[in-house]
């Protein structure tokens, strides 16, 4: 190897402490690997879509007599009328108010879930990797006993036992109300995610919980709960996110697989699953019906996990020490 003379050493520190120029415009380049591809902004694209759509089309939006009117022609094929791409159902509903309802009330359940288990589940999960010994051990196993029952089975009964007939002032059964049932759907699968987001909370705390400024914090005289929340916490929040991303579709699948089973949201209310639900007997004669849902769970789904998976790696999000 060719001995580096004394210009070029003087050349490289000097590059080292006045790096290059912006680019003409004086914007400066992310690294490549920093950037986010087409894949990403599809996937954040088809999530603000869902939003919106959730948000304003139910609002501005409204079925109308004439669309019961029109639902005859509608029924014997999906473009049939113009004005109505996505066509009508066998009541005379148009599938795009249904599909936007459909996405506020899935929307709905999952977020709900999934912020619940983050509270109860990463709070656990934090405190556990953050105390350790007595405390890890007692938490982790309510954690294992959680997620030896199977989860779907756990969701099922809870909605089951709490949700299923309503006892009115007179004594008598009834169903529940809709918004009675979207309760206990938020929060059965709520339970259920509870366990797998507190390891995944438990496992990255352990790791945070030992780094040097954890430890000085605590040699300042800092208490637990100040030092987990400012200091922990934060490095933790990424991972949580990620995994949160991954939880919503499953809990969007999960609520989909509840309503087939006949203990999903109610009517007048509607989800994506209970579309898929009602109208499965219509497959051969109206298939768009379970199509069109199918379809945006599916988009959906791709999407959350795709933004889960950026979130991991651009954070450097380690779940190996699970």
């Known amino acids: 190897m060719l001995a580096s003379s004394p210009n070029t050493i003087a050349e490289t520190e000097l590059a080292l402490e006045h790096p290059a120029p ?9 690294p490549r690997s920093q950037r986010l591809g087409f894949g990403a902004w599809a996937a954040i694209g088809w999530i603000l879509f869902v939003l919106v759509a959730a ?55 999952s977020v709900g879930a999934i912020t619940f288990g983050l509270i109860v589940g990463g ?19 309510f954690f294992n006993v959680l997620l030896a029952i199977p989860q779907f089975v756990l969701a099922l009964s809870l909605v089951t036992v709490f949700a299923t007939t309503a006892i009115d002032k007179s004594g ?32 990255n705390s352990l790791q945070w919980s030992q780094r040097e400024f ?22 933790v929040l990424p991972a949580m996110f990620s995994i949160a991303l991954l ?28 579309m898929i639900a009602i109208n499965r007997a219509d497959l051969q004669t109206l298939p768009y019906e379970v199509l069109e849902p199918i379809v945006c769970i599916f988009l959906t789904v791709l ?20």
């Open 55 to 109: 948000t304003f089309v139910p609002m501005l939006v409204h079925s109308n007599a004439t669309d019961n009117l029109i639902a005859g022609n509608a029924s014997k094929g999906l473009f049939k009328v113009a004005g109505h791409p996505l066509g009508f159902d066998r009541n005379g509903n148009e599938m795009g108010l249904l599909l936007a309802k459909g996405a506020r009330s899935s929307l709905l359940v």
């Open 172 to 203: 008598n059964q009834s169903p529940p109300s809709s918004g009675r049932r979207m309760v206990v759907l938020i929060f059965a699968l709520g339970v259920v995610s509870i366990p797998i987001l507190a390891r995944i909370t438990r496992a």
């Open 214 to 235: 954890v430890m000085a914090a605590r040699a300042q005289g800092a208490t637990n709960l100040r030092t987990m929340v400012r200091e922990v916490l934060p490095n």
């Open 22 to 30: 912006p680019e003409p415009g004086g914007r400066f380049r992310r």
């Open 123 to 141: 709070g656990l999960g934090l405190i556990a990797g953050y105390f350790k010994r007595g405390v890890d051990g007692v938490l982790t196993t």
């Open 247 to 274: 939880g919503i579709a499953v809990v969007i699948v999960a609520e989909g697989g509840l309503s087939i089973l006949g203990v999903g949201v109610l009517s007048p209310a509607v989800s994506w699953g209970s």
């Open 303 to 322: 999407s959350l996990n795709f933004l889960g998976d950026v979130v991991r790696a651009r954070f450097d999000v380690r779940e190996s020490a699970i």
